[in-house]
C-alpha cells in the first residue's frame, strides 16, 4: 500500500510568509506526527493528531499550527516566516490501538519530507 | 514525554565491523524504538522493543533493554556501506506514549 506521502517535497519562501504543507498518512493510520528536522536542533517534535484532535504539543511558538481533516490528512502551517524555519518537516502517520487500558501509537511511518528554505 | 540520548554520536568503522550504539533514557518506558535516517530521508523504523524483553533480534540488528539502567544498545553485525545512516532511539513512556521524541542520534559511516 503507499506510504506516506507529503507535498511539496521542496519549497522557497521569504521571510514574513507563511506555508501549509500537507501529509496523507497511510490507509488506515489515524495518528499523524510533525517533525522538524534542523542541523543544530535535530529532529524536534511539533504535535501529534489523532481523530481531527491535537493530543500533544512539542515547544514551539504559535506561528506553528496545524490541523487534522475526518480522512486523517493533515496539514501544517507556519505563519510569519523566519529565516530559522528553513529546515525539512517531517510527517509519520501510526496505527492506533487498544492495550492496557489506553490508547496506544504503534512504530511510526514517516514521509520523505517537505524542506524548506526561507530567504 | 520523554526523548532518549544516543551515544556515541558518531560512530566510524570498516565494512565486514560491528557497529554498537547505545540509548540511555530517564523515565519507565511501555516500549522503545529504534530508527534510521538515511540523509535528508524520513527516518525508518528497524525494531521495537518492549518493556518486558531484554533482548531482541531482526536479521544482522540485535538490541538489548536494561530497564534497571534505563538503557538500550543497538547492535548491527557485518556491517556494511549502506548502513552509513543516522540511529535514533524513541521511548516510549507509559501512560503518554502519544507523542515521540528522537535525540540527536548516533551517525553511523561505514567506510567500504
Known amino acids: 500500500k503507499a506510504g506516506v506521502t507529503q507535498t511539496p517535497r521542496y519549497l522557497i519562501k521569504t521571510r514574513g510568509q507563511q506555508v501549509t504543507l500537507s501529509c496523507s498518512p497511510i490507509?488506515?493510520?489515524?495518528?499523524v506526527s510533525w517533525y522538524q528536522q534542523t542541523p543544530g536542533q535535530g529532529l524536534q517534535f511539533l504535535f501529534e493528531?489523532?481523530?481531527?484532535?491535537?493530543?500533544n504539543k512539542g515547544n514551539f511558538p504559535g506561528r506553528f499550527s496545524g490541523r487534522q481533516f475526518s480522512n486523517s490528512r493533515s496539514e501544517m502551517n507556519v505563519s510569519t516566516l523566519e529565516l530559522g524555519d528553513s529546515a525539512l518537516y517531517l510527517c509519520?502517520?501510526?496505527?492506533?490501538?487498544?492495550?492496557?487500558?489506553?490508547?496506544?501509537?504503534?512504530?511510526?511511518?514517516f514521509g520523505e519530507g517537505s524542506r524548506l528554505t526561507v530567504l | 514525554s520523554q526523548q532518549g540520548e544516543e551515544d556515541p554520536q558518531a560512530l566510524s568503522i570498516q565494512e565486514g565491523e560491528n557497529a554498537t550504539m547505545n540509548c540511555s533514557y530517564k523515565?519507565?518506558?511501555?516500549?522503545l524504538q529504534w530508527y534510521r535516517q538515511n540523509s535528508g530521508r524520513g527516518l525508518v523504523h528497524l525494531i521495537l522493543?518492549?518493556?518486558?524483553?531484554r533482548e531482541k533480534h531482526s536479521g544482522r540488528l540485535r538490541v538489548t533493554l536494561d530497564t534497571s539502567k534505563k538503557s538500550s544498545s543497538l547492535l548491527i553485525t557485518a556491517s556494511r556501506a549502506a548502513d552509513t545512516a543516522s540511529y535514533f532511539c524513541?521511548?516510549?513512556?507509559?501512560?503518554?506514549?502519544?507523542?515521540?521524541?528522537f535525540g540527536a542520534g548516533t551517525r553511523l559511516t561505514v567506510k567500504p
Open positions: 509519520a502517520s501510526s496505527l492506533v490501538y487498544f492495550a492496557s487500558g489506553t490508547l496506544n501509537t504503534g512504530e511510526l511511518f
Open positions: 490507509s488506515g493510520h489515524r495518528s
Open positions: 493528531y489523532f481523530s481531527e484532535t491535537q493530543r
Open positions: 523515565t519507565s518506558i511501555n516500549n
Open positions: 522493543i518492549r518493556s518486558n524483553e
Open positions: 524513541a521511548p516510549r513512556v507509559l501512560y503518554n506514549n502519544n507523542d515521540m521524541r
